[in-house]
């Protein structure tokens, strides 16, 4: 559902390491705004500052200048213990390596966010999730007897659980096969639309930045 919302605004983005000659502009004056519902994908070469915007979409990482809205959200005026709030409530993260829990089951590590929180899960969405990611017979699973795509799918469930306003994936294919890679994409993208998430995806892959309904691309710490 695309609406004319702008659920995140970047201005004047700048993030910088070092200082004098041997200063690196990860970020260099970034203005970007993504509408609610939509599907974006970051391209560029590595060190263009792809993750490191999505960091800062994320509250992962603070700015040098600039300011990101979240939501409605100003991140620069949120404290430590307040960016880990907005991260749970609001961000549904996903990354190149899964990062599930070794020793927790599928279930456990869908749950997860949730059990953080100390919130009820809402068991209908969660099981809509499941179905949709074909994960059912996988619940009681861990994740080391699982195939690469089964686990980039749990992390994809997990990053819905706690119905977050926005989805920031960080190469969620980079690990997975051609076919994964699209099938994963695929699915990123029909779950985002069905419950009517926000989705930022980096991607190196042309093919899988087709699927999104806008496409960035940056190169040295800027957008082109």
Known sequence: MKTN???ITVHGLKKYYGSGPRQVKALDGIDLTIKQGEF???TGASGSGKTTLLNMMGGLDVPTEGE???DGIDLS??????????????VGF?????NLVPTLTVEENILFPLDLDGAAPDMRYLEEIIELLGLPDKLNAYPEALSGGQQQRTAIARALAAK???L???EPTGNLDSQNSQNVAGLLKMTTKLFHR????ITHNPELAQLADTVVKMKDGRIV
Not at 198 to 201: A, E, Y
Request: aromatic share 8%.
């Open 68 to 70: 990101v809205i979240v």
């Open 168 to 170: 920031l994936a960080d």
């Open 77 to 90: 005026r949120l404290r430590e213990e307040q960016l880990a709030v907005f991260r749970r409530k609001k």
């Open 164 to 166: 977050p306003a926005i």
């Open 94 to 98: 996903i990354f190149q390596n899964y």
């Open 198 to 201: 926000t989705l930022v995806m």
């Open 5 to 7: 919302t702008n659920i």
């Open 40 to 42: 974006t994908a970051i």
